[in-house]
């Protein structure tokens, strides 16, 4: 009999040389059909080329320099000039390689609208947040798009609607009086900026966990002090890994995630106190037990919890406005001049009741004057989740549309829109808020909240509490010194900060 011969590695060959040529042949038809689709959609809205960043990038085929760059000034804290300079210097829109990913970078009015509210659906935040944001809180609005931040947006649309009933002015009163407690007598200086954060998160905490953290306090327990201690780290490398983008994996993460693990077991326990609470308030009220499901009061805790730490997570933007006030107005004797007498003509010396707040006009034009110059987010982004366009920025004039593929990231900067162009009258770099008598907060430009279905749900919360601090410092002090050695330097964290502080005095 004949031995039956093995087969050649020739015949081994030829299955294997079949299936990569078909693999290769599939993604090329699969490349193909993309480019023709872009390239209809292109010509269907007339799109054109978007500048791209030239210069010393031009032969940077990796973005590795431009990476670098962008390092670079995050680090010296620069990144805003440098920012509004390419701006000026490419047009409101323009394209960056970096690290190998096409970033447009827009100050658009007319593409930030596009962003936030004409194409809302086309655009996620969640593919670049929810690495960041996930251990701190998994199922957050901050981590989500689509029906998963529908429901968590309901949820919070529900608890922040009813302002009458969330805002307590009398507990603003005590919050303004422990603020009191840290400013030194006969205008002395103060970090005020410090002051403004502690005062910021009493409140926050207060209202999303039921208990202050007593920032403000001069003892302060040593478990809320710790919660602090780790927020703070929480938020401050959710925001250095999210200027790192991918490199932020060569980072260790332990103490990051101890942080977030503590901080979360600080928040459990408050919420389970605050259902266990409400839950026998109802049993006392209805005279039954509720059904008790393990999981869903599981789920429950850990859905409050997620909200809290939201909230929590977005608490610095009330301080950035409080700090950025102190900092105009230390500047500006003439608008605190005109401030005090606003309010002590329509109030008086009374702390505000709630109708009084709405007639404080000038406070109005004050604060919207400080958030338009100190916005809280200074960059924001979004990715776009299917091939798409944006209306403006292509062509030599910028004024065509541009096309933007699946998965390309749009950077929009709120601070080159609030500062550059004309949208907001003359010299826009200067604190001026009697521009506000001409123009209107709702203005499409003007973007402190942002806009759309995304836009702040805690808006108006803030903009009451804000008016009532406001209020109560003037009719408190008359004059604002100003003790800052340093110029303005921009500190970016979660929200906006001067890294020098803002070192004033109040007589
Ligand atoms: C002056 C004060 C405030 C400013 C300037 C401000 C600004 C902003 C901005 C710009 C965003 C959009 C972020 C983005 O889309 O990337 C935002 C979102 C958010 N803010 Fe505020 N905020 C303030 C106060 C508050 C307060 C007091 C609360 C809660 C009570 C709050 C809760 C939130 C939440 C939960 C989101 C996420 C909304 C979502 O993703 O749908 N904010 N805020």
Same mark, same amino acid.
């Given at each position: 009999?004949q031995p039956?011969?093995a087969?050649?590695?020739?015949v #081994?060959?030829?299955?294997?040389?079949?299936?990569?040529?078909?693999v290769i042949l599939?993604l090329?038809?699969?490349?193909?059909?993309?480019?023709?689709?872009?390239?209809?959609?292109?010509? #269907?809205?007339s799109?054109e080329?978007?500048?791209?960043?030239?210069g010393?990038?031009?032969?940077?085929? =990796?973005?590795i320099a431009k990476a670098?760059?962008l390092?670079f000034?995050f680090?010296?804290?620069?990144?805003?000039?440098?920012t509004?300079? /390419?701006?000026?210097?490419?047009?409101?829109t323009?394209?960056?390689?970096?690290?190998s990913?096409?970033? +447009?970078?827009?100050?658009?009015?007319?593409?930030?609208?596009?962003?936030?509210s004409?194409?809302? *659906?086309?655009?996620?935040?969640?593919?670049?947040?929810?690495?960041?944001?996930?251990?701190?809180?998994?199922?957050?609005?901050?981590t !989500?798009?689509?029906a998963?931040?529908?429901?968590s947006?309901?949820?919070?649309r529900?608890? =922040?609607?009813?302002?009458?009933?969330i805002?307590?002015?009398?507990q603003c009163?005590?919050?303004?009086?422990?603020?009191?407690?840290?400013?030194?007598p006969n205008?002395?200086?103060?970090?005020? !900026?410090?002051? *403004?954060?502690?005062?910021a998160?009493?409140? $926050?905490?207060?209202?999303?966990l039921?208990?202050?953290?007593d920032? =403000?306090?001069?003892s $302060?327990?040593?478990?809320?002090?710790?919660?602090?201690?780790?927020? =703070?780290?929480?938020?401050?490398?959710?925001v250095?890994?999210g200027?790192?983008g991918?490199?932020?994996? /060569?980072?260790?993460?332990?103490?990051?995630?101890q942080c977030?693990k503590?901080a979360r077991?600080?928040?459990?326990?408050?919420?389970?106190? !605050?259902l266990k609470? %409400?839950?026998?308030m109802?049993?006392?009220?209805?005279?039954?037990?509720?059904?008790?499901?393990c999981?869903?009061?599981d789920?429950?805790?850990?859905?409050r919890?997620? $909200?809290a730490?939201? +909230?929590?997570?977005?608490?610095?933007?009330?301080s950035?406005t409080?700090?950025?006030?102190?900092?105009?107005?230390?500047?500006?004797?003439?608008v605190?001049?005109k401030? %005090?007498?606003?309010?002590?003509?329509?109030?008086?010396?009374? &702390? &505000?009741?709630w109708? !009084?707040?709405?007639?404080?006009?000038?406070?109005r034009?004050?604060?919207q004057?400080?958030m338009r110059?100190?916005?809280a987010?200074?960059?924001? *982004?979004?990715?776009a989740?299917?091939?798409?366009? /944006?209306?403006?920025?292509g062509?030599?004039?910028?004024?065509s549309?541009?096309?933007?593929?699946?998965?390309?990231?749009?950077?929009?900067?709120?601070?080159?829109?609030?500062?550059?162009?004309?949208?907001?009258?003359?010299? &826009?770099?200067e604190?001026?808020p009697?521009?506000?008598?001409?123009l209107?907060?709702?203005?499409i430009?003007? +973007? &402190?909240?942002?806009?759309?279905?995304?836009?702040?749900?805690?808006?108006?919360?803030a903009?009451i509490?804000l008016?009532?601090?406001?209020?109560?410092?003037? $009719?408190?002090?008359?004059?604002?010194?100003?003790y800052?050695t340093?110029?303005?330097?921009?500190?970016?964290?979660?929200?906006?900060?001067?890294?020098?502080?803002?070192? +004033?005095g109040?007589?």
């Open positions: 009999m039956v011969e087969p050649g590695p020739a #081994l060959s030829k299955p294997l040389t079949v299936t990569v040529v078909g599939i090329l038809v699969r490349r193909l059909h993309w480019t023709l689709k872009l390239r209809k959609l292109e010509r #269907l809205y799109c080329s978007l500048r791209n960043e030239n010393s990038f031009r032969y940077d085929f =990796l973005g670098i760059e390092a000034h680090r010296r804290r620069s990144s805003l000039p440098y509004n300079a /390419l701006f000026k210097k490419y047009g409101e323009y394209a960056s390689n970096v690290l990913y096409r970033l +447009i970078f827009t100050c658009s009015a007319e593409n930030i609208k596009h962003l936030l004409t194409a809302f *659906a086309d655009f996620d935040s969640s593919p670049l947040r929810k690495p960041l944001f996930e251990p701190i809180t998994p199922h957050g609005i901050f !989500q798009d689509g998963g931040w529908k429901k947006r309901d949820q919070l529900t608890r =922040l609607s009813n302002l009458r009933k805002v307590d002015l009398d009163e005590r919050h303004f009086q422990a603020f009191l407690q840290h400013v030194p205008g002395q200086a103060f970090d005020a !900026q410090a002051c *403004a954060f502690a005062l998160l009493d409140m $926050q905490t207060l209202f999303s039921g208990e202050s953290v920032a =403000l306090s001069f $302060q327990s040593r478990e809320k002090k710790q919660f602090l201690t780790d927020l =703070l780290f929480v938020k401050e490398t959710i250095q890994d200027f790192r991918p490199l932020r994996y /060569l980072y260790p993460k332990q103490r990051f995630l977030c503590r077991r600080y928040v459990i326990a408050h919420v389970t106190r !605050q609470e %409400r839950s026998s109802s049993e006392k009220a209805e005279g039954v037990s509720p059904g008790r499901d999981s869903t009061e789920e429950q805790v850990s859905l919890a997620d $909200q730490l939201s +909230i929590l997570l977005a608490n610095d933007s009330m950035t409080l700090s950025g006030l102190f900092f105009c107005l230390s500047h500006d004797k003439r605190v001049h401030l %005090r007498a606003s309010i002590l003509d329509a109030v008086g010396l009374a &702390p &505000p009741t109708g !009084q707040l709405g007639s404080l006009h000038y406070v034009w004050v604060l004057e400080v110059l100190f916005p987010v200074v960059f924001n *982004a979004r990715v989740n299917k091939d798409s366009t /944006l209306p403006t920025g062509g030599t004039d910028g004024n549309r541009v096309l933007i593929r699946k998965g390309e990231i749009v950077v929009f900067s709120t601070w080159a829109r609030h500062r550059l162009g004309e949208d907001f009258g003359e010299n &826009p770099e604190f001026y009697e521009r506000w008598e001409h209107n907060g709702d203005m430009g003007f +973007i &402190p909240f942002n806009k759309g279905p995304r836009a702040c749900p805690g808006q108006h919360y903009m509490v008016t009532y601090l406001v209020a109560r410092i003037f $009719q408190t002090f008359s004059t604002v010194s100003n800052n340093h110029d303005w330097t921009e500190r970016i964290s979660m929200t906006l900060e001067n890294e020098n502080g803002v070192f +004033i109040l007589s």
